[in-house]
T-cell receptor
């Protein structure tokens, strides 16, 4: 079955550590996205990629980094510069950049301990 | 500013009762509108979308939404809810920023269906 797989589902990080969240899709979609979800705030866009080897900052990119070396993969690194990283992170994809019907993964809940 | 406003953060309702979840969008976003549902600790699933055409849009699980341009609204409705409809619902609209298209989400409405 085609879809978006995020791993791990739960992740714990010590302060000062970098962690990488995985996102893989087998839908052959060109565009991929990372969102952060906090209670009562909806979803906020962190990074966006239209094609391989290209990505743009979203609304809250500070303290995060991404790569897009393969069409199927769009990993997100939460760096130690992100001061409040505890949140639910959602990866999504759409068939084309201008096609905004997005398909979402199941999310990764990151907790700083 | 481009924004989507969901007027109710929580909506409690009894099983088999009708429900309406309200969504308003700013005139600066385009009228490509979406409703997503999120069950606990899961991703978002598309319920329905409005791109053009008929203002009444039907989606999955018996939900429908009506696009009202004059009131800049896109309210979600269901005539009879089930316990399984308990979830968080997000309204979203297409926006444009920094040279690219993006989805702008509302803050979400938590629907709680009680027996």
């Amino acid at each position: 079955d085609g879809g978006i797989t995020q791993s791990p589902k739960y992740l714990f990080r010590k302060e000062g550590q970098n962690v990488t969240l995985s996102c893989e899709q087998n839908l052959n979609h060109d565009a991929m996205y990372w969102y952060r979800q906090d209670p009562g705030q909806g979803l906020r866009l962190i990074y966006y990629s239209q094609i391989v080897n290209d990505f743009q900052k979203g609304d809250i990119a500070e303290g995060y980094s991404v790569s897009r070396e393969k069409k199927e993969s769009f990993p997100l690194t939460v760096t130690s510069a992100q001061k409040n990283p505890t949140a639910f992170y959602l990866c999504a994809s759409s068939i084309r950049p201008r096609e905004l019907e997005a398909f979402f993964g199941q999310g990764t809940r990151l907790t700083v301990v | 500013a481009q924004s989507v406003t969901q007027l109710d953060s929580q909506v409690p309702v009894f099983e088999e009762a009708p429900v309406e979840l309200r969504c308003n969008y700013s005139s600066s976003v385009s009228v490509y509108l979406f409703w997503y549902v999120q069950y606990p600790n899961q991703g978002l699933q598309l319920l329905l979308k409005y791109l053009s055409g008929s203002t009444l849009v039907k989606g999955i699980n018996g939900f429908e939404a009506e696009f009202n341009k004059s009131q800049t609204s896109f309210h979600l409705r269901k005539p009879s809810v089930h316990i399984s409809d308990t979830a968080e619902y997000f309204c979203a609209a297409k926006g444009f920023s920094g040279g690219y298209n993006k989805l702008i989400f509302g803050a979400g409405t938590r629907l709680a269906v009680h027996p």
